[in-house]
C-alpha cells in the first residue's frame, strides 16, 4: 500500500556533495517522522538523521555541520543534503518513514536503499 521511492546516490570525490530523495506515496494518512539510516558493508544500520516535522531534526554526531535533513510534507518527500563528504561515509543510505495509513498496512516502511560512494 505504501512504498518509498529513493534516488540521488552516486560516487563522488571526498569534499563533494550529494543530495538524497525520498518520496512516499500510496494511501498515507500522515507520516509522523521520517528519515536516513546507511549502513556500510560488515557494520549495522545506523541513524544518520531525523525529522519529525519541519525545524524538528536530529542528526548523528558524525554528520553534524556537513549534513542536512528537510521533508515537504505536501510530496511526502525527505531529503538528505550532504556537504563535505568523506570517504568513510561511504555506505548505501536508506530511507525510513513511519506512516499513518489503514491499519492493517500501518507502520515503517523503508526504500530499497542507494548507494553513496566517496572517494579520496
Known amino acids: 500500500q505504501v512504498q518509498l521511492v529513493e534516488s540521488g546516490g552516486g560516487l563522488v570525490q571526498a569534499g563533494g556533495s550529494l543530495r538524497l530523495s525520498c518520496a512516499a506515496s500510496?494511501?498515507?494518512?500522515?507520516?509522523?517522522?521520517m528519515g536516513w539510516y546507511r549502513q556500510a558493508p560488515g557494520k549495522q544500520r545506523e541513524l544518520v538523521a531525523t525529522?519529525?516535522?519541519?525545524?524538528?531534526?536530529n542528526y548523528a554526531d558524525s554528520v553534524k555541520g556537513r549534513f542536512t535533513i528537510s521533508r515537504d510534507n505536501s510530496k511526502n518527500t525527505v531529503y538528505l543534503q550532504m556537504n563535505s563528504l568523506k570517504p568513510q561515509d561511504t555506505a548505501v543510505y536508506y530511507c525510513?518513514?513511519?506512516?499513518?495509513?489503514?491499519?492493517?498496512?500501518?507502520?515503517?516502511?523503508w526504500g530499497q536503499g542507494t548507494q553513496v560512494t566517496v572517494s579520496s
Open positions: 525510513n518513514a513511519d506512516v499513518r495509513t489503514h491499519l492493517p498496512t500501518q507502520g515503517e516502511y
Open positions: 500510496g494511501i498515507i494518512f500522515s507520516i509522523n517522522a
Open positions: 525529522i519529525a516535522s519541519p525545524g524538528r531534526t
